[in-house]
């Protein structure tokens, strides 16, 4: 530092010094020969973060308490952390539009990019979102030529591992629309290199076509080149990974090189860091720091990076989550609340339109509880719904074959469906009410494809690749309700659909089924590439949205399916001895939220039956990776017990034989599997039928069918003998043996 610096810092007064004293970064002084205590040369860098606001842009709060602070008061705080610490930068991780509520959506998500421009962020990572619209209208938004149309980003969108977007104009120079990072330099002169990645899975994500044009390469390996070259050119001296992917699955990956990650896309609030975090992950910088914040302005996410300006080292990295009513304690910004407020009264009046009546249940979707005991709307893509299911009923009676017929079923991808259908008071649904459900204008269309490539399909409900397909374990589909299907969770992928009903018959794997939709499903999104066997979907112009409302008028009154289409068992696949116990693991008895959440299931195998309580906990410690059970297995689980006897399946058959033993199930709403599904246990035939009472309880030997000891009436004596024979039928006839022989041997001899 030159001393013409050190006195102008040294002369701007102890009172600006105190103000700043708790968390500013204080710049490195030399040492006195006075022998004074030098100042410290560590820098605290406050790196404050955003991810998947999606057009939220509006203070939400829920029993009194905030659970989305909103844009105003997100940019109150942080101009408020600026002041306290002039070391303090803000970035978004991308989704910032898209799936929108009605108030931005409406209007082209256009109040959301005003709002965001009042808070200075250095930059963004481009979303899958962002380009929902295609890649024309996100080049509009990024270089202004639609200002008619489009309210022009006031940052820049970074992308390090996509090629082919192009460039251009700004301000005479030549610009890439999605750069590869940004260097920001802090006021304390430390620099950080922030480089914007997105998954590989944006593709998969997206309408067919969206991404033409465009290569994605893996993110963490152009993250780590990136962060080793800006380092080795002391370009910045810390370097930030905003990756638009799960920060957790990525966090052991990322090389020593990088200080911080900041994630996002799964709306899963995390921190992990090596000071604090309730879990800890390992990693190669072993003072790495990760964030996520959520979603929809529920946290605002901070790393807090301690640097040693002497050593040139990073001396800790914290994260925190900093949630919603903390925020908005703050109050609220005046120019983005401006911003907001005009918003509101353009959607306004366009959303009081009523599209159905009579409403009086809410339809979910599905949701789980993360370790620290948060449950957030919508965060479980991997379970049925009962939202799911309501939208997948109106996809099959709206969608029609050649104009005239219903397709054969009806399917909605989870991440289609962006907020709870919950109607008001009066039990009406409004046209802003169902825009927030179906924010994407989907077109609808039907395929026609076997159902051996529909059972496919449903295989592809789980994700083999997390960093590739999809960065959630799970899509569950929702589905029509004339379809039910099992499904084995302790199965490999590629055999864990064991049976598939439609309309009570079995599933036929050589006939062609129509299967209707929104294009982004049908065309292979979220990488459900069976779908797409049959060739490219048939439409007819009508969009999701206007269908559904269609749907609702006609249905007033309509309340949420009880009974689940899809439940999960583990069943026994080599043949056991008859009268064995079982204990048949038992999953997604129940939807997440209600009405219908089970308490009790009945399994049965003919007539013996066992029944067990549901666990109906929601609580998953690995809701984003392999290990994850209820955005997988799906919520209600059992253990049943339960003997199984082939029982009179022996007639005809002898000893060693194998039988089925037909598998049906109840829970407290409905038989949500029959034995006509084809579901079955083998059972060896015995030398001897046991077969079980009414009650499934085994008969010990030498009982008959009543429990009581069998008897059959004997002439004479008095005694009752088993009809089986006894032990004095065998005495018997050896005593008239041995008469027999003895009385031979006698008159031999006499002879």
């Not at 903390?326 to 009523?354: F, H, I, L, R, Y």
């Not at 001895?577 to 939807?591: H, V």
Request: charged share 20%; proline share 6%.
């Amino acid at each position: 530092m030159s001393k013409t610096l050190r006195r102008t810092i040294l002369g701007t007064g102890a009172v600006f010094a105190l103000l700043l004293a708790p968390t500013a970064a204080h710049a490195e002084t030399e040492s006195h020969d006075s022998g004074e205590k030098p100042a410290t040369t560590v820098v605290t860098l406050d790196l404050y973060n955003l991810t998947d606001v999606h057009g939220h842009i509006e203070q939400v709060k829920k029993k009194g308490v905030v659970r989305e602070a909103g844009l105003p008061a997100m940019n109150c705080y942080l101009k408020q952390a600026r002041t306290t610490n002039p070391n303090s930068s803000f970035t978004l991780l991308g989704d910032n539009i898209g799936a929108s509520p009605y108030t931005s959506g409406s209007l082209k998500d256009n109040p959301t990019i005003a709002a965001l421009n009042t808070m200075s962020p250095l930059a963004s990572t481009i979303g899958n979102h962002e380009l929902d619209m295609g890649q024309a209208v996100f080049k509009q938004r990024v270089d202004g030529s639609n200002p008619g149309e489009f309210v022009q980003v006031g940052f820049p969108y970074l992308g390090a591992n996509i090629e082919g977007m192009g460039t251009w104009m700004k301000g005479g120079v030549e610009t890439p629309y999605l750069g590869d990072y940004e260097v920001w330099t802090s006021p304390s002169g430390v620099k950080v290199a922030f480089i914007g990645a997105i998954a590989e899975d944006v593709p998969y994500k997206l309408s067919p076509g969206t991404t033409a044009g465009l290569s994605f390469t893996d993110p963490l390996a152009k993250i780590d080149t990136l962060a080793k070259s800006i380092k080795d050119k002391d370009e910045a001296q810390i370097v930030i990974a905003m990756l638009d992917d799960d920060v957790k699955n990525n966090y052991p990956k990322v090389s020593e090189y990088v200080d911080g990650i900041m994630g996002g896309d799964t709306h899963v609030p995390y921190e992990f860091d090596k000071i604090d975090s309730a879990e800890k992950l390992d990693s190669k910088n072993p003072l790495l720091a990760g964030v996520a914040s959520g979603s929809y302005t529920d946290n605002l996410g901070l790393i807090r990076i301690a640097y040693d300006t002497a050593t040139k080292k990073v001396v800790s990295a914290d994260t925190q989550l900093i949630p919603a009513a903390k925020v908005a304690e703050c109050g609220v910004d005046p120019e983005t609340q401006a911003v907001v407020n005009q918003a509101v009264a353009d959607s306004q009046e366009a959303g009081k339109a009523v599209v159905g009546t009579g409403y009086t249940q809410p339809f979910r979707r599905g949701v789980f509880t993360a370790p620290g005991g948060k449950t957030d709307p919508g965060s479980n893509r991997g379970i049925e719904s009962s939202l799911g299911d309501f939208v997948a009923d109106a996809m099959r009676e709206t969608i029609l074959v050649e104009g005239n017929t219903p397709v054969d079923i009806g399917i909605i991808n989870a991440g289609g469906l962006r907020d709870d259908l919950i109607p008001n008071e009066d039990g009406t649904i409004t046209y802003a009410q169902s825009y927030s459900v179906m924010p994407f204008s989907n077109e609808l269309g039907y395929v026609s494809i076997t159902g051996a490539d529909f059972r496919k399909a449903l295989e592809q409900q789980w994700k083999t690749d997390l960093n590739s397909q999809n960065s959630r374990p799970l899509l569950k589909l929702g589905i029509s309700s004339n379809v039910r299907y099992t499904y084995d969770p302790a199965k490999p992928y590629g055999q864990r659909i064991t049976s598939v009903m439609v309309n009570d018959e079995p599933l036929d794997p050589a006939r062609i089924y129509t299967i209707g939709s929104v294009t982004f499903l049908l065309a292979g999104g979220d990488s459900f590439d069976a779908l797409t066997a049959g060739g490219p979907a048939k439409t007819n112009g009508n969009l999701d949205r206007d269908k559904f409302n269609e749907f609702l008028a006609a249905h007033s009154g309509a309340t949420p399916r009880v009974a689940k289409s899809s439940i999960g068992l583990s069943l026994p696949t080599e043949p056991l001895a008859d009268g064995t116990s079982l204990s048949i693991p038992m999953r997604g008895l129940s939807f997440s939220e209600g009405p219908s959440i089970t308490q009790n299931v009945t399994l049965s195998l003919d007539a013996s039956k066992g029944s067990s309580p549901v666990d109906n906990s929601l609580l998953d410690e690995h809701a984003s990776d392999e290990a994850a059970v209820i955005t997988t297995d799906g919520a209600g689980r059992a253990n049943v017990e339960v003997k199984v006897f082939a029982g009179q399946r022996c007639e005809g058959h002898v000893e060693g034989d194998v039988v089925n033993v037909p598998v049906s199930v109840s829970t407290d709403f409905a038989e949500v599997v029959t034995a006509s599904q084809g579901l079955s246990v083998p059972v060896i035939c015995p030398a001897h039928q046991v077969v079980p009472d009414p009650e499934g309880q085994q008969p010990t030997p030498g009982e008959n069918n009543t429990g009581k000891p069998g008897k059959q009436a004997g002439k004479g004596s008095g005694n009752n003998l088993a009809k089986t024979g006894s032990s004095a039928d065998v005495l018997g006839l050896g005593a008239l043996l041995l008469a027999l022989v003895g009385a031979g041997l006698l008159s031999h001899k006499r002879a």
